[in-house]
């Protein structure tokens, strides 16, 4: 798998829960989460009145 689509797949698992498929980001604030994959990590803010999950920052790894 390329590291797009793991980090494509990782997204989406984090548009369908939010908090089971982020890690806290910093302070665990419940707002800015990471979502890790093995080649990047993608800083995502979670948008609870809208249920959004909203991509910051994204970085590869390798």
């Known amino acids: 798998m390329t590291a797009s689509n793991a980090m494509t797949q990782a997204l989406a698992a984090a548009c369908r829960d939010p908090y089971g498929a982020t890690l806290p980001h910093g302070e665990d604030d419940g707002?800015?989460?990471?979502?890790?994959?093995?080649?990047?990590?993608?800083i995502v803010l979670i948008a609870k009145d809208h249920e959004e999950v909203i991509v910051l920052d994204m970085i590869y790894l390798r």
């Open 31 to 42: 707002v800015v989460r990471s979502v890790v994959t093995t080649d990047a990590y993608a």
